[in-house]
């Protein structure tokens, strides 16, 4: 129950700062307490983000929480042990087959092959050599599945997807 307690104190935060009705003080109470949440324990950043990317949030919501799970992999990502990276990654590729259907935004759909495309650079090539066929499974389920990986494909750098060893010494 505390993991719902804390996702609903930061949809509520996240509200009161990108409310501009909100008071100034509102805001920045809000600000400083998404702070803490993304500086604090990172299997709660990681839990909590999680819950607030699913459906039942608001897209305004739904994207900050996104943006949290990006700045957890970019930022954090090595204070997590290799089966807690792994578990990550799997939510992660399981976020884009949930989020991969014609009512979800567009932006939405960006972000989650964003954050999969982080963690591929982060983790390297074993992780992609690992992700490769699940991706391409779900590329083979409709033409939206397909897009999703394009987009995630577009967000890799090159020395992930392409090996250059045969250009070298050219």
Not at 2 to 28: F, G, H
Not at 40 to 61: H, M, P, Q, Y
Not at 140 to 161: C, F, H, K, S, Y
Request: overall charge negative; hydrophobic content about 45%.
């Amino acid at each position: 129950m505390e993991e719902n307690s804390t996702a609903s104190n930061v949809a509520r935060a996240i509200v009161a700062a990108l409310d501009w009705s909100s008071s100034p003080d509102a805001r920045k109470a809000a600000v400083s307490y998404l702070e803490s949440i993304k500086a604090g324990d990172i299997r709660v950043l990681a839990s909590t983000s999680f819950l607030l990317v699913k459906k039942d949030w608001s897209s305004e919501i739904r994207l900050h929480a996104f943006k949290m799970l990006q700045h957890l992999v970019r930022l954090r990502w090595e204070e997590l042990n290799s089966t807690e990276r792994r578990n990550f990654a799997n939510l992660a590729v399981d976020l884009m087959s949930e989020i991969a259907n014609p009512c979800e935004e567009w932006a939405l759909k960006s972000q989650t092959a964003a954050l999969v495309a982080e963690i591929v650079r982060r983790e390297g090539l074993s992780l992609w050599q690992e992700l490769l066929p699940s991706l391409v499974s779900l590329s083979n389920n409709g033409p939206i599945q397909a897009e999703l990986v394009a987009m995630m494909l577009r967000w890799l750098p090159e020395d992930i997807t392409v090996h250059n060893e045969d250009l070298e010494g050219m």
